[in-house]
């Protein structure tokens, strides 16, 4: 028995086998963790599904995490299948190409240092303050 038998964790950021997040997913599952995942855009979908058959998983839903919308969705997909949620890795993060080419003074602008902070850290807290049956005071919301 695993020392994460009987919880269950909702990985998002998974995009290759190179991915942090997806050796977060095996070693979570080898713990005996119940896995879920997220993906954004069609590109990744097919790889993210593969991925999480490994698993033994086949909760894996779409989810920009730029688009609170699709945040509310995730979650209400995700309290269909579960009542409940231990534990959120969030392995996500994004700048703008033209934010990455050459020095990070002579590149970086308030629009691409926005973008980024949005899509690599605002999106955990978008996620971990709760949504539909995930929400703070319901039993299963991931603030333990």
Not at 14 to 21: G, I
Not at 90 to 112: I, Q, T, W
Not at 113 to 134: E, L, M, N, T
Request: net charge negative; with cysteine.
């Amino acid at each position: 028995m695993g020392f994460l038998e009987g919880k269950r964790a909702l990985i998002v950021g998974v995009a290759s086998e190179r991915s942090l997040a997806w050796g977060i997913a095996r070693a979570m599952h080898r713990e005996g963790a119940e896995l879920s995942f997220s993906y954004q855009g069609e590109r990744l979908e097919e790889r993210v599904r593969e991925l999480a058959k490994r698993v033994g998983s086949n909760h894996v839903y779409p989810c920009d995490v730029a688009d609170d919308g699709a945040i509310d969705a995730l979650f209400s997909k995700l309290g269909e299948a579960w009542d409940g949620l231990d534990i959120l890795v969030h392995a996500v993060a994004y700048a703008p190409r033209e934010a990455l080419e050459g020095s990070y003074l002579d590149s970086v602008n308030r629009d691409s240092f926005r973008i980024a902070h949005d899509i690599s850290a605002y999106s955990f807290a978008a996620q971990a303050s709760g949504h539909g049956p995930f929400s703070r005071g319901v039993p299963g919301h991931c603030s333990r």
